[in-house]
């Protein structure tokens, strides 16, 4: 009997140190600081940078909205150790900006937003012919719409009217900013600009490029432009990379992409004598709702004004990745302790492993949920799935144990439900999988949230609700392949998305096999 305890300790204690080995170098690998070559220094300055005054609770449909000045005045007197210009995009609102801009010295691209409503749009070009003409030793150059004819908000023949009224009117170049397509698709607005203004975003591409190949097509781009269109100058009005978010086929955010890109395009504007700007300078949380969460994360700097390290020192994907080792570390021996003393030396292998699993995809669904809920119905979905990963871990390692007293009626309890619990995971999967079918752009892939109910019902099939266990597995499994074949064979998100899926139909047809048996 010794000895059998003496087997089962030095498994177990031999198990405990590899999961949590495993588990920090999982943390840390996310999260290591990557050294790069500084784009910005205290010495040299970058160009421009696009500018929106929106504190981190703001947005621009907030009607009125009301200017900050003290906001505005920090976040300008951060950019001018950066940056020597900011581009703006509108004017209504935000009249105060280029006395603040002269006070710390920042040049301006001032816009005009242009919509469908031909009211507002008057009322933005008359302001920026004010502000142009009130201010000449600060704006630089004036830009009359931005993607309007990607929005298709208005004509190319009504753009070419106000392109000549604001012309007539202000002493500044006129120009006007769209993607770079537009540009070669509506060639009569090239003639009406005093230079061009295009945007260059590999991520946005209709065929995204991935980061290796991002800078290639970037150059590719501006150089036929610089020919296409000479002597006009060219200015790449936004480029930029995005720091969370979903992938588009091989085009991957992260804050290392963003930082890679950002540095790279930098020295490759230089060593060209590229005109630029950046998008953006500041994460911009309200543009979640209609791009998803990968538009609130383009910026050099967070939403709280911190910096992301994107110009310059090491760069982490995840800076706080001690905190979230910490979390897990606490959550993994929480969940040891609920099970108390493992049943056999096979469990004790298993046990650690288990609530390590559980730790790291119940915390990594965590700081996903962190990154895309926007409203209290999406925060409300991600802690229910939240709540169903802890669930699944108790579940789990009390199986392991050598239940005895309230382990047991705990057990008791959770394996009476475990069909549900499945089915909730199964229903999970069946939503989200119809959202990334069917309406998947701005979605990101939720496998850190179910893959543990997967795993644990693959591995310990329970009795569960068999007609609706059959119609969730159903659904999953015919959103596999759709789900794939649009997403294409280079999206590793994806990719792990459709793993999880499997696992997770593989669970709940072999729970469903498990209760005609029993019935």
């Known amino acids: 009997m010794k000895s059998d305890s003496r087997l089962l300790l030095v498994t177990y204690l031999i198990a405990l140190l590899l999961a949590v080995g495993a588990l920090a170098a999982g943390w840390y690998w996310i999260g290591r600081p990557l050294p790069l070559a500084d784009a910005a220094t205290p010495t040299h300055k970058l160009q421009c940078a696009s500018y929106t005054p929106f504190a981190k609770d703001q947005s621009p449909f907030q009607q009125p909205f009301v200017l900050r000045p003290e906001r505005v005045d920090t976040d300008l007197a951060l950019l001018a150790q950066r940056f020597t210009c900011i581009r703006t995009y509108s004017q209504i609102g935000l009249e105060a900006l280029p006395e603040l801009a002269r006070k710390h010295g920042l040049k301006m691209l001032a816009g005009a937003w242009i919509s469908a409503n031909p009211v507002d749009s008057e009322k933005e070009v008359a302001a920026l012919i004010s502000a142009a003409n009130a201010y000449p030793d600060v704006i630089e150059a004036v830009i009359v719409g931005n993607e309007v004819l990607l929005r298709k908000e208005a004509t190319e023949a009504q753009l070419v009217a106000l392109i000549e009224r604001v012309r007539a009117a ?53 150089r036929a432009f610089g020919s296409a269109y000479a002597p006009k100058d060219i200015l790449i009005g936004e480029t930029g990379w995005p720091s969370e978010g979903r992938q588009r086929e091989t085009a991957l955010p992260s804050r290392v992409n963003e930082a890679l890109f950002i540095r790279g395009f930098v020295k490759l504007a230089e060593d060209n004598g590229w005109r630029y700007n950046l998008i953006e300078a500041f994460d911009q949380p309200w543009k979640r709702d209609s791009e998803g969460a990968v538009g609130g994360f383009w910026g050099l700097y967070d939403a709280d004004r911190q910096d992301k390290g994107i110009l310059a020192g090491p760069v982490s994907n995840l800076p706080h990745w001690p905190l979230w080792l910490g979390a897990s570390g606490l959550l993994l021996l929480a969940a040891l302790c609920l099970a108390g003393r493992p049943a056999s030396p096979c469990a004790a292998l298993l046990l650690p492993f288990a609530a390590a699993l559980g730790a790291a995809c119940s915390l990594g669904w965590t700081e996903l949920a962190l990154v895309t809920s926007r409203y209290w119905g999406e925060w409300l979905w991600a802690a229910a799935l939240l709540g169903l990963n802890l669930i699944v871990l108790a579940h789990a390692v009390l199986a392991l144990s050598a239940r005895d007293g309230w382990r047991q009626r705990a057990f008791a309890w959770l394996e009476a439900r475990g069909g549900w619990w499945l089915a909730a995971a199964g229903f999970a999967g069946a939503v989200l999988m119809l959202a990334l079918v069917f309406d998947a752009r701005y979605r990101s892939f939720p496998s850190l949230a179910l893959l543990l109910p997967a795993l644990v019902y693959l591995c310990r099939p329970v009795q569960g609700p068999r007609r609706e266990i059959a119609l969730l597995a159903a659904i999953i499994g015919a959103g596999i392949a759709p789900q794939l074949y649009q997403e294409g064979p280079h999206n590793l998100q994806a990719i792990g998305w459709a793993l999880t899926s499997a696992l997770l139909l593989a669970a709940l047809w072999r729970s469903l096999r498990h209760s005609r048996r029993q019935a």
């Open 170 to 222: 202000v002493a500044q170049p006129v120009t006007y900013a769209d993607v770079w397509e537009f540009w070669i698709k509506h060639p009569q607005m090239a003639p009406a600009v005093d230079f061009l203004t295009i945007h260059l975003l590999p991520y946005w591409e209709d065929e995204p490029t991935g980061i290796d190949a991002a800078l290639a097509q970037v150059a590719n781009v501006r």
